[in-house]
């Protein structure tokens, strides 16, 4: 397993590019299911989870090639789909696997998707995807593991899920782009990722509207074409990087940005003192001194993501002040809080809140990563320690970050890749 080893101290400069967003890709590559004809992909990020995403879909009878310079470009044919089924194998190791649930039904009458059970941040039921498909019409039952939904063709219906759910608005959304007649999803999440999925879906022919607040309208139709789109950039990626330089210290400008879906993470650094100033697709910005605390809650979008939250407790955690931060989406995101008490950070727990009292300083140990974000609090975290911080168990960074180490170097970070089987670096 590979580790990384980081020495911190060096404050971060430079340029940096934003990869594709993880969480846009996974729907869109999904979509590709929908249709006959070819969709093609760019802005792909080269991530752990977009392979494992490519495995499924080949493994349906998908054919998909990646192309383009430096293969970021993802071409799909879903002409030939030979399987219906979502085997565990891969799906334990990706939630998203189920965003083939919706896609497959809505095309082939059937789809039978293992069950995702929990994983480190929570219990992550899948019960509103469900829901929404029974409203549609389809025939669901749970077999040996298995969610299978069955229906001849899908009917419109109005459905208000019991909370925002972000994979489940997605797949309802390309659940009803195929149904017969009018889909209302009701109380649907508003996140950037849905809207770049259903861009995707109407440059594909589909009638949607709504997409971005929390009222989706969708007319069915009886097929879909090909198309060409482009992959929002990852805001998480770009959020990430902002609190690396807002903890280090330094000046940054992350090219390929799209600051417009960053707001509630933009506002947030700079109430803790970053100097931020954007343009249409780049951020800068430069960090001198110690940051403040900032308290937060993370909530829906527009909201403070969840998939922020580690990230900007690695701030606070060397932050003049304390920061009271709540999370409101997950029952257990709070995994990196006893790592990051290792390099000597200083957090309280009580339910859903964390009381971060910043320190001076924080020292390198070794670490472990449990999950994608708090391994990048760590990193962050890592980038300031005095010494050195050994992160085990990034595969869970390499999930979700394309090259995080790579991009960091270019920052002029101390930080390399340590192979499991040798001590090599990478
Ligand atoms: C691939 C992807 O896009 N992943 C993102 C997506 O995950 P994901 O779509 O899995 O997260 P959801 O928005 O569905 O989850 C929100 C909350 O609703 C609960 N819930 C959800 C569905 C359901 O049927 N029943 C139920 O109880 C979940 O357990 C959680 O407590 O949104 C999360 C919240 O912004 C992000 O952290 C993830 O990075
Ligand atoms: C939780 C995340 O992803 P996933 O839903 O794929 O587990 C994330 O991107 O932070």
Known sequence: MDKLQITGGRPLRGEVEVSGAKNAALPCL???????DAVTLEN???LNDIGTTLRLLRQLGVKAERAGQPGDRVTLDATRVESLEAPYELVKTMRASILVLGPLVARFGEARVSLPGGCAIGQRPIDQHIKGLAAMGAEISIE???VVARAKRLKGAT???DMITVTGTENLMMAAVLAEGLTVLENAARE???VDLAELLIKM???ISGHGTDRIVI????RLHGTTHRVMPDRIEAGTFLCAVGAAGGEIVLRNADPASMGATLDKLAEAGLAIECGTDWVQAGMSGRPRAVGFRTLEYPGFATDMQAQLMALNAIAEGTAVITETIFEN???????LRRLGADIEIDGHTAVVKGVAGLSGATVMATDLRASASLVIAGLVADGQTTIDRIYHLDRGYEQMERKLLQLGADIRRVSGSGGQAR
Do not use: D, K, N
Request: net charge neutral; hydrophobic share 35%.
């Open 30 to 36: 999904c979509a590709s299911l929908l249709t006959a």
């Open 44 to 46: 792909v990020p080269q």
């Open 144 to 146: 040996h593991g298995f």
């Open 159 to 161: 459905i208000r899920t």
């Open 192 to 194: 950037p990722e849905i």
């Open 205 to 207: 022919g589909a009638r």
């Open 219 to 222: 007319e069915g139709v009886s």
């Open 333 to 339: 995101r709070y995994m990196h809080v006893q790592e």
